[in-house]
């Protein structure tokens, strides 16, 4: 059975220091891959979606960027994070056309 | 373009009265339409989704929603709330095609008295 992974759970960064979220996808290749925002009070964001090795597409502009080194391994990055960073990250996965199965989340704060 | 409207940013039932959150889309095609639940710290589960078959879809958890092409609506009913239904709920549409992506509601709140 597929499975999907992100860690951290939670993390406290200072503004002004980079950042690096990892998902990691099992059971499955080729998967679409996606990461999401949810700001407090807010419905969720598309920030990048990958459908293959290297190829990012990025929804809307901002202070975070994607890469997909390896099939199902999608990393969320910043280099100088701010305070509109902080929130609650998704990281999803579907094949083309099919149901997404989000990962458990990691909750940013930047203070 | 593809958008979903959740009339409702917080609702508040009473256990065991029936449940209501209200989802209209718009789609220049025939969509494909998804309720998610997340509680509190948690991730999302998808509730049920909808491909252009039955128009009453039935999910987990004792929910349903209804395809009216008619009214655009998507609603998600319940029966009967339990404590346990307490938690956010978000529909959503999808863009379809090779990169599926999915558009979100702003989310409705769901409160469940005892």
């Known amino acids: 059975s597929q499975t999907i992974h992100q860690w951290p759970a939670t993390l406290v960064q200072p503004v002004g220091s980079p950042l690096s979220l990892e998902c990691t996808v099992e059971?499955?290749?080729?998967?679409?891959l996606y990461w999401y925002r949810q700001a407090a009070g807010r419905g969720l964001q598309l920030l990048f979606y990958?459908?293959?090795?290297?190829?990012i597409s990025s929804e809307v502009p901002q202070n975070l960027s994607a890469s997909r080194p390896q099939d199902r391994q999608f990393i969320l990055s910043s280099k100088k994070l701010l305070l509109s960073d902080s929130g609650f990250y998704l990281c999803?996965?579907?094949?083309?056309?099919?149901?997404?199965?989000f990962g458990p989340g990691t909750r940013l704060l930047v203070l | 373009a593809q958008s979903v409207t959740q009339l409702d940013s917080h609702v508040s039932v009473s256990e065991g009265t029936p449940v209501l959150l209200r989802c209209n889309y718009s789609?220049?095609?025939?969509?494909?339409l998804f309720w998610y639940v997340q509680h509190p710290n948690k991730g999302l589960q998808l509730l049920l989704k909808?491909?252009?078959?039955?128009?009453l879809v039935k999910g987990i958890n004792g929910f349903e929603a209804e395809f009216k092409k008619s009214e655009t609506s998507f609603h998600l009913t319940k029966p009967s709330a339990h404590m346990s239904d307490a938690a956010e709920y978000f529909c959503?549409?999808?863009?379809?095609?090779?990169?599926?992506?999915?558009?979100f509601g702003t989310g409705t709140l769901l409160a469940v008295q005892p």
């Open positions: 959503v549409v999808s863009t379809g095609g090779a990169t599926n992506k999915l558009i």
């Open positions: 990958s459908v293959g090795i290297g190829q």
């Open positions: 909808y491909t252009s078959a039955a128009t």
């Open positions: 789609s220049s095609y025939s969509p494909s």
């Open positions: 999803a996965w579907s094949r083309t056309s099919g149901v997404k199965v």
């Open positions: 059971g499955t290749s080729n998967p679409n």
